[in-house]
Nanobody, 115 residues
Framework: QVQLVESGGGLVQAGGSLRLSCAAS????????MGWSRQAPGKQRELVAA???????NYADSVKGRFTISRDNAKNTAYLQMNSLKPEDTAVYYC?????????WGRGTQVTVSS
């Protein structure tokens, strides 16, 4: 069973930045897809960013140009750099990790952006 632990969330003013981290309990490699999703109160969980085998990335239109997903395989950690944060970015952010046919999720970290 793979465990993912997110960190780095918190309260920030609009226009500020945060970097989320996702530490995996297993070795990760460039062959694994990893991603970040978020869920705001009363809304469905949505994909924010993903990084695929080979390094290709994908972003939700709402965060393009502001968020950057990356990974450090040596540290078994993925990151989400979030810049120019907006109040509508407020949500619980979840990391996910794909290994073979299974997808694993972390418990999430709260990001709150004040106006």
């Amino acid at each position: 069973q793979v465990q993912l632990v997110e960190s780095g969330g918190g309260l920030v003013q609009a226009g500020g930045s945060l970097r989320l981290s996702c530490a995996a309990s297993t070795r990760i490699s460039s062959f694994n897809a990893m991603g970040w999703s978020r869920q705001a109160p009363g809304k469905q969980r949505e994909l924010v960013a993903a990084i695929y085998p080979g390094g290709n990335t994908n972003y939700a239109d709402s965060v393009k140009g502001r968020f950057t997903i990356s990974r450090d395989n040596a540290k078994n950690t993925a990151y989400l750099q979030m810049n120019s944060l907006k109040p509508e970015d407020t949500a619980v952010y979840y990391c996910n990790f794909r290994q073979f046919s299974s997808t694993y999720w972390g418990r999430g970290t709260q990001v709150t952006v004040s106006s």
